[in-house]
């Protein structure tokens, strides 16, 4: 994420409303580029990510923005967390299905 403060070692807020973020999609990493304008509904309710215990937190909302623009925009099916962490960070999770793993110990006893 940029910009970033080095010295505190977290994100900094933008003088102009804009951030860039790296992110891995498609095997090859891509430069997204957003704005701080988040959606909004009529209602009190929030429509983006927040921190329970620090509401004020601007840059998850930010990572979330940055990651639907790469997936399309706001309006897409879904995903899933393994796709979800190898875009944002790049590691290839490895994915255990339970219930396959649970009628495979089953047979074993």
Avoid: C
């Amino acid at each position: 994420m940029f910009p970033y403060d080095t010295e505190q070692e977290r994100p900094s807020l933008s003088p102009n409303g804009k951030y860039t973020f790296k992110l891995n999609f498609n095997g090859t990493h891509r430069r997204v580029e957003i704005d701080d304008f988040l959606p909004v509904s009529k209602s009190s309710r929030v429509l983006h990510v927040i921190d329970r215990h620090n509401p004020s937190l601007l840059w998850p909302a930010l990572i979330e923005k940055a990651y639907l623009k790469v997936r399309g925009s706001y309006d897409f099916p879904g995903s899933n967390s393994g796709t979800d962490l190898w875009i944002l960070s790049g590691w290839i999770p490895e994915q255990i299905f339970l219930q396959r793993y649970a009628l495979t110990m089953s047979d074993r006893q």
